[in-house]
Every structure is written in structure tokens, then in C-alpha cells.
């Protein structure tokens, strides 16, 4: 490849030759290479799934601590004022 790209750099190699070559190495060369290609693709977006399902989880749980730790708050701050 190291070579092709000097060639196109030197303006050895013709317009039909750059785009045979830049297709080839574009192209996957088989379907299996496809199928892995895809798998891939899959496992990659079930691990981005997972992920947004848990960020959405980790922030509910956050707002329900920080709910109830406004609650404890305004528990003390009520019984300091009976004090008072």
C-alpha cells in the first residue's frame, strides 16, 4: 500500500489504476470478511445500549438520593427551628 500511495504522490499510476486500488483496499475481500465486519457492528452497539441503559439508571439513582437527601435536610432544618 506504502507503495501505491507513492506512485499516486508521483503521478505515476493513472485515474483508473488510483481507483481500482483505492476500491480494492476500500472494498472488504470476502463475506466472511463482511460477517465479521457486521458482528462487530453488532456487539459494538449492544455494548453502547448497555451502557446508555446504565447512565440512565446511575442518573435516576442520583436523583432519587439527591430527593431524599433534600428530604433529611429539610428534616433537620425543621426540627432545629422547633428548637429555636
Not at 24 to 47: K, M, Q, W, Y
Amino acid at each position: 500500500m506504502k507503495i501505491i500511495i507513492k506512485l499516486i504522490c508521483q503521478g505515476v499510476l493513472s485515474s483508473s489504476v488510483i481507483f481500482s486500488t483505492i476500491f480494492l483496499i476500500l472494498v472488504p475481500e470476502s463475506t466472511s470478511e463482511l460477517s465479521d465486519f457486521e458482528g462487530r457492528i453488532r456487539a459494538l452497539n449492544e455494548e453502547l445500549k448497555k451502557r446508555k441503559m446504565e447512565a440512565d439508571r446511575l442518573k435516576l439513582e442520583r436523583k432519587k438520593r439527591r430527593k431524599e437527601d433534600l428530604k433529611n435536610k429539610e428534616e433537620t432544618l425543621k426540627k432545629q427551628l422547633e428548637v429555636w
